[in-house]
């Protein structure tokens, strides 16, 4: 199962109709407060009924006057015959096209499109509610059809085995307005959808559950299901207690004790098992909201056997940088088959987990604007990010910083970091020297310039310490590079290549980018702005950003020119998908200066 898209329409901050695609891993909502990025995840409640239509100068120019129409929402699901089916009855009921009915009537399975369906049993459900009746959509390789709330239709009625074989089919014949069917099977995979929040509070102590295994998207069974795994798979329980402590390392471990009345409440311990302290448990009733939540979140990421989608909102607000880090690293290396959505009013998240999709929210006269980006394109989005006052490298619960040449090593470096770096790279924050030319004055020390960022790391708390203040090295001489490194105490360090650009001058990442920009222009082309005298140029001392523009500038005939800080970000991620071993020198330099192992 997964989650395509969710639309609104006319509901709260919402005035026109705003689709948000939703893609496989992370998906990040940003945006100012009230810009709509909560309104937009109460869409994965489906709640039927639910009519709150915008207010606003533009639609209620006037004084007095009601809002017209209703509220409407809408959520895209891809599944399968096997997800739909009925865990009791093992069969699945999917409405036909009405073209398919006679066929299938007669016992007619031969056709090309029942075969289709019989192969790819892949369905799209689109479900529209709100204020607004009840619409379903069908897609699956029989065709499509919608289901209105009066209308005929006709379902087709499958067992579905383990294997996702088809053993027999009936037909029902169902008339206006009879979809409890339906309508049931759909409920069991927005089951699967999770929204966690600072008002929404895991209940602390529950009874008995008809479902012990599966989380109920509000948790309120969380304390029995917590019951069930520790007395059913040892192991995984361990597991999800090993979680809980990464991300809250004062809980040390967790329960769900028995209580009167066939309760259950679920207890955290803040000493190790092995001191038997149980009366030091502290219910979760009085412990703060993010412990609930992050223990709910992490117990469908440990026990779900088939794809969730996980909502995440204003996790900053309950939970501290560094535990919110923690347990993203865990959403990104155990929850890969998951959907994540984020929303924040800060960037923080987009440097601690690859985004898969971005989300601009905006509120412009009163209603909702979103607009939405590619995980891989946070280079353009930056000008975006800066209207609502954000920054990539915020310090706040970073553990250390390091200082680079200017705002095209700010943008790359945290990417390089993540691939080659990764023991270090979620808490480490880029960010750029905004004047390296002081380091050449005359009548200036380096080392006491190098002294005020080092200062200013130690000076607060929210500013982690310094690693190095990473430069260019331009047409500096070995000496001089030395002697900068030897009176700033090994603070200043510098590429070991000219700049940046000399790390990514290779034929085919070149040749792909002006491809990306619309030019074509064939790797022969190429060589020979790469070529001296028939050989390689010295990628040390060269000047990669003149190469690079001269290429631009001859190869396009002046139509597409060189941009820095646009076009290196594309080019380092072309290498690190296509040629990751084009870029092992810096990767052996970068892991140098954090004093890593090669």
């Not at 607060?460 to 990473?470: N, R, S, W, Y």
Request: proline fraction near 6%.
């Amino acid at each position: 199962m997964s989650l395509v898209e969710i639309t609104v329409k006319n509901y709260k901050s919402y005035l026109d109709l705003q689709t948000v695609k939703v893609a496989p891993g992370f998906n990040v909502f940003l945006g100012g407060n009230n810009s709509g990025k909560t309104t937009l995840l109460e869409a994965l409640d489906v709640s039927y009924g639910s009519n709150v239509p915008h207010r606003s100068l533009k639609n209620l120019p006037d004084f007095g006057l009601q809002p017209m129409g209703f509220s409407a929402m809408s959520l895209s699901i891809q599944t399968t015959l096997r997800e739909l089916r009925d865990p009791t009855s093992r069969s699945a009921i999917i409405p036909i096209p009405n073209d398919w009915r006679n066929n299938l009537r007669t016992g007619d399975y031969s056709t090309e499109a029942i075969q289709r369906f019989i192969d790819n049993q892949v369905i799209e459900i689109q479900v529209e509610f709100g204020g607004v009746p009840t619409t379903l959509a069908f897609k699956s390789a029989l065709g499509a059809m919608k289901i209105l709330p009066n209308g005929r239709y006709t379902t087709m009625e499958l067992a579905v085995q383990d294997d996702s074989s088809l053993s027999y089919t009936t037909l029902h014949e169902n008339t206006g307005g009879a979809r409890p069917d339906l309508l049931q099977a759909l409920k069991r995979i927005t089951n699967s959808f999770y929204r966690f929040s600072p008002n929404r509070r895991p209940a602390s102590s529950c009874g008995e559950s008809p479902h012990p295994v599966a989380l109920s998207p509000d948790a309120s069974n969380l304390a029995y299901c917590l019951n069930h795994l520790s007395t059913t798979d040892a192991h995984g329980f361990e597991t999800l207690c090993e979680w809980v402590n990464r991300v809250f390392p004062a809980v040390h471990w967790i329960q769900a004790s028995p209580r009167q009345g066939n309760l259950f409440e679920v207890e955290c311990l803040p000493t190790s098992r092995q001191t038997r302290r149980n009366d030091l448990a502290v219910s979760l009733g009085q412990m703060g909201t993010g412990i609930g939540n992050v223990i709910a979140m992490l117990y469908v990421v440990l026990t779900a056997r088939s794809p969730r989608v996980i909502a995440v909102d204003e996790p900053n607000s309950f939970l501290h940088p560094k535990a919110l880090r923690e347990l993203l690293q865990i959403f990104a290396s155990e929850g890969k088959d998951h959907q994540f959505i984020l929303t924040a009013h800060s960037a923080d998240v987009l440097t601690a987990v690859p985004p898969s999709l971005i989300t601009l929210f905006e509120l412009i006269d009163g209603a909702t604007s979103t607009r939405q980006e590619s995980g891989g394109c946070l280079a353009e989005i930056r000008e975006g990010l800066s209207d609502l006052g954000i920054r990539m490298t915020d310090l706040h619960g970073r553990d250390k910083v390091l200082w680079v040449e200017g705002q095209t090593e700010e943008l790359v470096l945290p990417q390089l970091l993540q691939h080659f770096c990764p023991e270090i790279a979620p808490g480490t924050a880029v960010l750029r020297v905004e004047h390296t030319g002081t380091f050449e004055k005359k009548g200036v020390d380096a080392s006491e310039v190098a002294s005020l960022y080092q200062r200013l790391s130690h000076s607060t708390a929210l500013v982690p310490p310094m690693v190095a203040i990473l430069l260019d090295r331009e047409k500096r001489k070995p000496t001089e590079c030395k002697r900068l490194e030897r009176e700033s105490k090994g603070v200043l360090k510098f590429l070991e290549r000219s700049m940046i650009e000399n790390y990514v001058l290779d034929v085919d990442a070149v040749s792909s980018l002006l491809s990306h920009h619309g030019e074509s222009v064939s790797p022969a082309q190429l060589a020979s702005y790469l070529e001296q005298d028939g050989k390689p140029i010295n990628l040390a001392s060269v000047d990669g950003a003149k190469i690079l523009a001269r290429i631009f500038d001859d190869l396009t005939e002046a139509r597409t020119s060189f941009k820095k800080t646009r076009d290196v970000p594309l080019l380092i991620s072309w290498l690190l998908e296509h040629k990751r071993a084009h870029l092992d020198p810096l990767k052996k330099y970068l892991r140098s200066i954090f004093l890593l192992a090669a």
